[in-house]
């Protein structure tokens, strides 16, 4: 045993050896090696990448003599165009495509690229509390410090303003968000978010919007507003949208970053020591998706919608077990767990083992996330009713 725990111990440096899986992967990979469980812990939609996407691709790979070559690090500028042209659509802030875009491998890959050029070791990052595991980690990861900051369940999990000034400090260099929000599925309020923007201009730190959920806010589409569309604050925000989502294509990796043109260069320059470029079919893959029809986007949003109804419904059938604040948009609800339990882990192998239903720990997500667990209701209506049944016969109703 110890041989082979010398060898790992002088090999891996300290920041990968301290890195946790991400405790939804983790518990992805748990439950792949349990037949047939019923897994609500990744946010993977059930969706097909829709077909004029498909149709643009399979017409590249024959036309396309380019196709299976490296792009400039900073993207293809016609894709960098297009990008432009949809960011200007939907926020009506115009950028420059060569100046202020650049082509990511998804969110995870652009987010990661911007830690490391912002965060020098002992620098300080804010994020919200719970927020998304991963970006904790990968602040960790290139040597910064996560500082959180408390997003309040009893008030539907909206984080107060008057707690952030004291947040912020010499070391802090940029302030996360994602509305609507993972896990909490919340959506910020255009006040808070004005406010944020107000205070990390003052202060000069960045905001840094994480967009994958946009697309999906229900009844609430009136309550969502991007900060990415204020253009007075275009140096103070980096804007990260991502295709995994509301394209279904979170396999082809692919996303894009609108930031102030300073700090495209160093992007690009960290782009290109990770993976020289984005796969070349998947910025192709996604000018393919802003051009074409969007229909598919309403298709997938009254879908989600009836499988948040649903997961509501039997989460309030289980109101011993689990309470909640009712998801405003994403597809995540994150309840607490009501009935006697170690910890918020221990709990989520134990429903796994003993009723074979898979939930993410909230402990994950931040402190706050603490005797809560993550559930996804973007998979098919038979898996979350196969979850809640399993429940049900477990806990009793
Ligand atoms: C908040 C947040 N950011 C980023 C990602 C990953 O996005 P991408 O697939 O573009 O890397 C996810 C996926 O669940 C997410 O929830």
């Known amino acids: 045993m110890n041989e082979m725990i010398a060898p790992r111990a002088r ?10 899986i991400s405790a939804i992967k983790e518990m992805s990979i748990r439950s792949a090696q349990i037949p ?5 812990a990744w946010g993977l939609p059930s969706f097909r990448t829709p ?18 070559m490296y792009t400039l690090p900073g993207g293809l500028p016609e894709v960098c165009e297009t990008v432009a042209a949809a960011h200007e659509y939907r926020t009506g802030v115009r950028v420059d495509a060569g100046k202020n875009v650049t082509i990511t491998a998804g969110n995870m890959e652009g987010l990661n690229a911007l830690f490391g050029v912002l965060v020098d070791p002992g620098d300080e990052v804010i994020v919200t509390d719970p927020g998304f595991v991963s970006h904790i980690s990968q602040i960790r990861f290139n040597g910064g ?9 009893g008030r539907g999990w909206e ?10 400090g010499p070391r802090t260099k940029a302030i996360v968000l994602v509305t609507p929000s993972n896990p909490t599925s919340s959506i910020l309020s255009e006040a808070t978010l004005r406010a944020v923007a107000k205070l990390a201009r003052a202060h000069g730190v960045l905001v840094i919007l994480d967009d994958p959920y946009s697309q999906f806010t229900y009844e609430n589409r009136a309550q969502y507003f991007n900060l990415a569309s204020l253009p007075e604050y275009a140096d103070t925000i980096v804007y990260l949208f991502t295709f995994s989502k ?4 979170s396999g082809w990796r692919v996303g894009y970053m609108v930031m102030p ?12 020591l990770t993976m020289i470029c984005t796969p070349r079919i998947s910025p192709l ?10 229909s598919h986007l309403a298709d997938f949003e009254r879908t989600l919608d009836r499988r948040r109804h649903l997961i509501c419904e039997r989460l309030d059938r289980l109101g011993h077990v689990f309470q909640y604040i009712r998801p405003q948009g994403a597809y995540y609800v994150f309840p607490r767990v009501m009935i006697t339990h170690d910890d918020d882990v221990a709990f989520a192998h134990r429903l796994l083992d003993e009723a074979q239903v898979t939930v993410t720990p909230g402990s994950a997500f931040g402190p706050a996330g603490k005797h809560h667990v993550r559930m996804a209701f973007c998979v098919e209506d038979d898996v979350i009713n196969q979850a809640f049944d399993r429940m049900e016969a477990y806990f009793g109703t």
Do not use: N, T
């Open 11 to 20: 090999l891996v440096a300290s920041r990968s050896r301290d890195l946790a």
């Open 36 to 40: 047939d469980a019923a897994s609500l």
């Open 51 to 68: 077909a004029p996407i498909r149709a643009a691709v399979a017409e590249a790979l024959e036309s396309d003599f380019s196709l299976g």
């Open 145 to 153: 410090v996560p500082v959180f900051w408390k997003m309040h369940e």
């Open 159 to 168: 984080p107060d303003i008057a707690e952030l000034p004291a947040l912020i």
């Open 246 to 249: 509301c394209y279904a294509m």
């Open 261 to 272: 043109a300073a700090l495209r260069a160093e992007i690009v320059k960290v782009h290109d």
């Open 285 to 294: 893959a996604a000018k393919a998706a802003l051009e074409g029809d969007q």
